[in-house]
C-alpha cells in the first residue's frame, strides 16, 4: 500500500502541475473567435505603427479604426496580443493563433454602434512586450465586447535582429521590370509614328507608373536595384517624344512631351543607379509561346533578340549586362525553358515555386541560383515576390493601411530567412523578382532599405553564386491559373498570319529597312508580355497592325484585267503590275491555267520601279476553240505569293489561219489586178509621132484613123 501511495502522490502532484499550466496558457492565449462573433463582429483597422522594427528601450506606438458591424456592442476595448514567429510558415497563420495577450495596455472605446466608426491608438513600451531579441512576432490587434473577441487583425514587428559580431546579413536582389502595354502598331506617315492607343502617356507623366519606377533609387539610395528593361519602351519613347498619332483617326497624341521627359530620366537613372540588364525587345511574352509552333516562337524570340541589339545604349549611354529571358509571373516548364534558349541569355529568370527549389525538411532558403537544361537560372522567392505583387494576406484587411501591412509583412519574411542562417561566412543570395505592370510601393523599398540583416545586391552576384549543393529542385511546371491568361491559339494564329505577310512584303522590297523597318517590331508587339491581363486591348492592337500593314502590302498589286480574245494559237497576255510605293519593289508574276493545253511563258523575277509597268506573258495553245481560265499571281523573289491573285478568261479562237488564208489570197489578188492595170495602162497609152519624109512630123494615131475612114 505504502508503494502505491508513493506513486499515486507523484501522479496528483504531476495533474496539479498541469491543471496550473493550462490555467496560465488559458489566461494568455487570445480566445478562438466564436462563430456567433464571426457573425457580429467588427472591421479592426491598422492605419499607423511605429517603429517599423523594435528596438529595445523604444515605444511601440499603434492607431486604427475599429468600424461596427450589423450588431452593436459595448464595453468595447482594443488589446495586442503578440505571437513568436519560429519559421517562415508561421506567417500563414490566422489572427489570434498561439498568441498571448499583453495586458495593461488597453484602449477602452466603450459602445460601438452598429456601422459606427470609433478610433483606437495602443501606446506601451516595447519591454511591456516580454519579445526576445532577435526574433520576429505577430502583433495581433484584437477587439473584445467583454471577454468575447469581435474583431482582430494581424501585423508584425521583428525585434532587433542585429548585433552578433558573427552575424552576416543576407543579402537580395530587387529585380524591377520596365515594361508596358505597346503602343506603335508599325505606321508611319511622313516620319510621323502612329500609337493604337494614348495610354503610355498617363504613365510617362509625372507620378505615372514608369515615372514612379525610376524615382525609386533616388528615394532609397541604399537600396542597389537591378533593372530589367524593354529595350522596344525606349523605342517607343523616343518616337512618341517628337509627336504621333493615333489608330484609326490618325489624330495628335497628347503624350509627346511626357515621353520626352521621361526618356530624359530614363537615361540619368538607369545608366548610373544599380546594374542595367535587358529583356528581348518587346517582351515576348515566353510562356504562351512555348505552347505554339516551335517554328514560329524561336524565330519571334529571335527576332526580338536581334531587334534588342544596341538600343539600350544607344537611348540610355551605357550598354546592358547582359539579357535576361523573364517568363510571365516566374513561371516556367520544359516548353518555355527551351523557348527561353533561343533568347540565348545571361539567365533564366524563374520562381521558385515552379521549380520547386527548397532544402530538406525545408530547414531554410537557399540561395536563389540553379541550372535549367543546362542554363543560368536565377530563381526568385514566390513568397516575397507576392508582397510586391499585393498578397491577399494584406490587401484583404478592410480599411487598413495596405502598404504598411505589406511593408511589416516583408521585414518579418525577410527577417525569418536572415537568422535561418545568420553565421554563414558567404551569405546566402535571395532574389525578388517584382512582378511587370504594377505601380510600386514606396512603403516596401522603405522597409527594404531599413532592414539591417539585408544587403540588396545586383543580379550579377546571383549569377556569380554558386548554387547550394543541399538545394533540391523538381521538374519546372506553371501555375495552371496563370496558364489560363495566356495568349489564345486564335490571337497567336493572328500573329503569326502578320510574320508571314511581314515576310512577303520584306521579300519583295529591294531595301527592305525603308518600308518594313516600322512593321517588324509592331508584329513582335502583338505577342508582348504586358497583354497577359488585357486580351481586349491585345486583339484590338493586332487589328490595328494587321490592317496598317494590308494597306502598306496593298500599294503593290496587279491590275484587274479583263476577259480576252487569242485570235490564233499563240499571242500575248499584258499584265500590269502598279508599285504605288516610293520605292522599286522586286516581284515575279506565277501563271496558272485552268487546264492543260494552253502554255505559258516563265516570267522571270524583275525590278518594277514606282508607278505601272506592263509585263507581256506570252502563251501558245495546242488546240483553238477552247475558253481557259488563266490566273496570275504576283510572288516573291523566293516563290511566296504576294497580294491577291487576278483571273481572266481567255478564249483562243480557230478562225485565226482562216483569216490568214484569206488576207493572203486577197493580197495575191490585189498585186494581180494592180499589175493587170498597170499592162494596159502601158497598151493604150497615146503614141509617139512617125516621121515625115518630107520632114513634117506624122502623128500614127491620126493615120490610123485616116486609114480607118477610107
Do not use: C
Amino acid at each position: 500500500m505504502s508503494s502505491l501511495r508513493f506513486l499515486r502522490s507523484p501522479a496528483r502532484g504531476l495533474l496539479s502541475l498541469v491543471v496550473v499550466l493550462a490555467t496560465q496558457v488559458l489566461m494568455f492565449a487570445a480566445p478562438a473567435p466564436s462563430s456567433a462573433a464571426s457573425a457580429n463582429s467588427v472591421t479592426v483597422e491598422l492605419s499607423s505603427l511605429s517603429p517599423a522594427v523594435a528596438v529595445k528601450n523604444g515605444t511601440l506606438h499603434l492607431a486604427g479604426t475599429l468600424l461596427g458591424g450589423s450588431s452593436a456592442h459595448s464595453e468595447v476595448a482594443v488589446r495586442l496580443a503578440v505571437a513568436q514567429m519560429q519559421v517562415r510558415s508561421d506567417l500563414t497563420s490566422n489572427a489570434g493563433t498561439g498568441s498571448r495577450l499583453v495586458y495593461g495596455h488597453d484602449d477602452s472605446v466603450g459602445n460601438l454602434a452598429p456601422g459606427a466608426s470609433v478610433p483606437w491608438t495602443l501606446t506601451m513600451p516595447i519591454s511591456a512586450l516580454s519579445l526576445t531579441s532577435r526574433t520576429v512576432y505577430a502583433l495581433d490587434i484584437e477587439a473584445y465586447s467583454g471577454d468575447l473577441r469581435i474583431g482582430a487583425l494581424r501585423t508584425y514587428l521583428p525585434y532587433e535582429m542585429t548585433g552578433d559580431s558573427s552575424f552576416h546579413a543576407t543579402q537580395m536582389v530587387m529585380l524591377l521590370p520596365i515594361t508596358a502595354v505597346p503602343a506603335l502598331d508599325g505606321q508611319v506617315d511622313k516620319d510621323v509614328p502612329e500609337a493604337a492607343s494614348d495610354a503610355l502617356s498617363a504613365q510617362f507623366a509625372s507620378g505615372g507608373r514608369l515615372d514612379q519606377m525610376l524615382t525609386i533609387p533616388t528615394t532609397n539610395k541604399s537600396v542597389t536595384v537591378s533593372w530589367a528593361i524593354d529595350p522596344d519602351l525606349l523605342t517607343t519613347a523616343d518616337e512618341e517624344s517628337h509627336g504621333y498619332s493615333l489608330y484609326p483617326d490618325s489624330h495628335s497624341g497628347t503624350g509627346a512631351q511626357n515621353a520626352a521627359n521621361w526618356l530624359t530620366t530614363a537615361k540619368r537613372v538607369l545608366g548610373v543607379s544599380g546594374e542595367l540588364w535587358q529583356l528581348p525587345a518587346a517582351d515576348p511574352d515566353l510562356g504562351s509561346l512555348g505552347h505554339t509552333s516551335p517554328a514560329l516562337a524561336a524565330g519571334l524570340v529571335k527576332s526580338a533578340t536581334a531587334r534588342s541589339g544596341d538600343l539600350v545604349e544607344q537611348y540610355v549611354g551605357h550598354a546592358p549586362l547582359g539579357t535576361v529571358a523573364w517568363p510571365a509571373d516566374g513561371q516556367a516548364d520544359s516548353g518555355t525553358i527551351a523557348l527561353a534558349a533561343a533568347a540565348n541569355p545571361a539567365a533564366i529568370v524563374v520562381r521558385s515555386d515552379s521549380v520547386s527549389l527548397h532544402t530538406p525538411l525545408d530547414s531554410y532558403t537557399p540561395t536563389g541560383r540553379t541550372q535549367l537544361a543546362g542554363r543560368p537560372a536565377a530563381i526568385s522567392d514566390a513568397a516575397l515576390d507576392a508582397i510586391f505583387a499585393g498578397d491577399a494576406a494584406d490587401t484583404s484587411w478592410k480599411g487598413s493601411n495596405r502598404s504598411l501591412l505589406a511593408a511589416q509583412r516583408f521585414l518579418a519574411d525577410s527577417a525569418l530567412i536572415a537568422w535561418e542562417r545568420p553565421n554563414l561566412a558567404v551569405p546566402r543570395t535571395i532574389m525578388v523578382a517584382v512582378p511587370r505592370g504594377i505601380s510600386p510601393d514606396p512603403a516596401l523599398f522603405t522597409a527594404v532599405g531599413q532592414a539591417s540583416w539585408i544587403k540588396t545586391v545586383g543580379l550579377s552576384a546571383l549569377l556569380a553564386a554558386h548554387p547550394d549543393p543541399r538545394a533540391q529542385t523538381s521538374p519546372a511546371k506553371r501555375d495552371p491559373a496563370l496558364a489560363k491568361s495566356d495568349l489564345s491559339n486564335a490571337r497567336l494564329a493572328t500573329t503569326s498570319a502578320l510574320n508571314s505577310a511581314l515576310g512577303a512584303l520584306a521579300g519583295i522590297m529591294i531595301e527592305p529597312q525603308q518600308t518594313t523597318g516600322s512593321y517588324g517590331p509592331a508584329v513582335l508587339r502583338t505577342v508582348s508580355t504586358a497583354w497577359r491581363n488585357a486580351p481586349a486591348l491585345q486583339s484590338a492592337f493586332s487589328g490595328a497592325v494587321q490592317n496598317r500593314l494590308e494597306t502598306t502590302m496593298n500599294l503593290v498589286t496587279l491590275v484587274k484585267k479583263s476577259d480576252l480574245t487569242l485570235s490564233g494559237k499563240s499571242g500575248v497576255i499584258p499584265f500590269t503590275v502598279e508599285n504605288r510605293l516610293e520605292h522599286p519593289v522586286r516581284v515575279g508574276i506565277r501563271i496558272t491555267t485552268s487546264r492543260p493545253g494552253l502554255s505559258v511563258q516563265t516570267i522571270t523575277v524583275q525590278d518594277v520601279p514606282q508607278g505601272s509597268t506592263t509585263i507581256n506573258v506570252h502563251v501558245s495553245s495546242a488546240v483553238t476553240g477552247t475558253r481557259v481560265t488563266v490566273t496570275a499571281q504576283l510572288v516573291t523573289p523566293n516563290g511566296a505569293d504576294y497580294g491577291q491573285p487576278q483571273s481572266l478568261q481567255v478564249t483562243v479562237s480557230s478562225i485565226g489561219s482562216i483569216t490568214l488564208v484569206i488576207f493572203a489570197l486577197s493580197a495575191a489578188l490585189l498585186v494581180i489586178a494592180v499589175g493587170l492595170r498597170i499592162y494596159r495602162g502601158r497598151r493604150t497609152r497615146t503614141p509617139q509621132a512617125v516621121p515625115d519624109p518630107s520632114g513634117a512630123s506624122v502623128d500614127s494615131g491620126a493615120l490610123a484613123e485616116a486609114e480607118r475612114e477610107q
